[in-house]
C-alpha cells in the first residue's frame, strides 16, 4: 500500500505497516476489510472492523507533491470494488506509480 509521502509501497502485515526491509511505520487493529485511497490524496488508507468498530487508519506523514486521487484511474477503482465484494488482492494502478527505475 502506498502509506507515507515516497512512491514505494509499504507493507501491511500481522497488525504492522513497515517498509520493505525496514522501520515500522505505524500498528492497526482489527480485520481488514478494505485498502484504497478514501481520502483522495493518493496514499491509501486501511478500513478495519475490530471488537464492533469500525476503524480507518490513515497515515498523518505530510506528501511532497501532489498527485490525483487513485481512485480517479478505472483500474484501480475497479480493483476497490472487487475487493469490497471479497476478492482478496490489493488494488494497483493502470500506469507506474513508484520510484524512477534506474538504467
Same mark, same amino acid.
Given at each position: 500500500?502506498?502509506?507515507?509521502?515516497?512512491?514505494? =509501497? &509499504?507493507?501491511?502485515?500481522?497488525? /504492522?505497516? $513497515?517498509?520493505?526491509?525496514?522501520? /515500522?511505520?505505524? @500498528?492497526?487493529?482489527?480485520?481488514? @476489510?478494505?485498502?484504497?485511497?478514501?481520502?483522495?490524496?493518493? =496514499? &491509501? &488508507?486501511?478500513?478495519?472492523?475490530?471488537?464492533? &468498530?469500525? =476503524?480507518?487508519? $490513515?497515515?498523518?506523514?505530510?506528501?511532497?507533491?501532489?498527485?490525483?486521487?487513485?481512485? @480517479?484511474?478505472?483500474?484501480? =477503482?475497479?480493483?476497490?470494488?472487487?475487493?469490497?465484494?471479497?476478492?482478496?488482492?490489493?488494488?494497483?494502478?493502470?500506469?507506474?506509480?513508484?520510484?524512477?527505475?534506474?538504467?
Amino acid at each position: 500500500m502506498w502509506w507515507d509521502a515516497d512512491l514505494l =509501497r &509499504e507493507i501491511h502485515a500481522r497488525g /504492522t505497516i $513497515s517498509r520493505w526491509k525496514g522501520a /515500522t511505520l505505524a @500498528q492497526t487493529q482489527g480485520s481488514v @476489510q478494505l485498502v484504497a485511497d478514501l481520502l483522495g490524496d493518493w =496514499r &491509501e &488508507e486501511i478500513v478495519t472492523f475490530a471488537s464492533g &468498530e469500525l =476503524r480507518i487508519y $490513515s497515515t498523518a506523514i505530510p506528501a511532497t507533491d501532489r498527485r490525483v486521487t487513485l481512485m @480517479q484511474d478505472p483500474l484501480y =477503482r475497479n480493483d476497490v470494488t472487487h475487493r469490497s465484494m471479497g476478492y482478496t488482492h490489493v488494488p494497483m494502478t493502470s500506469y507506474y506509480l513508484g520510484a524512477p527505475i534506474k538504467k
